[in-house]
T-cell receptor
């Protein structure tokens, strides 16, 4: 398998649920990213990991918790979300966080009820 | 101030015709990179083309070319010989200097009709 994969592709959850989004990159990259895409808003960078260390946290609420166990995998743990958190969550990777082109996965469409 | 501006919310083009999608940017950093991505309805952001601020020539990738006008701070995407499969959202993005942030515009929805 090549590129960046994300699971699940669709997720519906209640406000009291706990769920996790998974991202895997098969490109040998060293940096991984989480973005949020809400309707009619530009993509918002949430988190950046470089060589498994978090280098960016863009004032994201604590109900979103990222985890990067190795350079190929990135998780986004979700708990007690709000309806306004409903969005498309996109994962990306690049060779390094400061100069490489970012390649995106297909995203997870999240609906919070 | 917005760093990336895409003024065309929607564009229509007939199959086989060329189309230009506008993008202007704002930065005081002499080193930056400009990107275009395509997002079909499936959601995936597909990288199309890259232009570095120091590149002397306009970038080209197949049917995609980037009309880079540095003095005007514009980086328009030109798609030649449009195909029905080109119908999608198109996003312009910029990275300033050695940062890890890609700043995206609000996108242009392109619809190609037969």
């Amino acid at each position: 398998e090549t590129g960046v994969t994300q699971t699940p592709r669709h997720l519906v959850m209640g406000m009291t649920n706990k769920k996790s989004l998974k991202c895997e990159q098969h490109l040998g990259h060293n940096a991984m990213y989480w973005y949020k895409q809400s309707a009619k808003k530009p993509l918002e960078l949430m988190f950046v990991y470089s060589l498994e260390e978090r280098v960016e946290n863009n004032s994201v609420p604590s109900r979103f918790s990222p985890e990067c166990p190795n350079s190929s995998h990135l998780f986004l743990h979700l708990h007690t979300l709000q309806p306004e958190d409903s969005a498309l969550y996109l994962c990306a990777s690049s060779q390094d966080p400061y100069s490489g082109t970012q390649y995106f996965g297909p995203g997870t469409r999240l609906l919070v009820l | 101030a917005q760093k990336i501006t895409q003024t065309q919310p929607g564009m229509f083009v007939q199959e086989k015709e060329a189309v230009t999608l506008d993008c202007t940017y704002d930065t005081s950093d002499p080193s930056y990179g400009l990107f275009w991505y395509k997002q079909p309805s499936s959601g995936e952001m597909i990288f199309l083309i890259y232009q570095g601020s120091y590149d002397q020539q306009n970038a080209t990738e197949g049917r995609y070319s980037l009309n880079f006008q540095k003095a005007r701070k514009s980086a328009n995407l030109v798609i030649s010989a449009s195909q029905l499969g080109d119908s999608a959202m198109y996003f312009c993005a910029m990275r300033e200097g050695n940062t890890d942030k890609l700043i995206f515009g609000t996108g242009t929805r392109l619809q190609v009709f037969p």
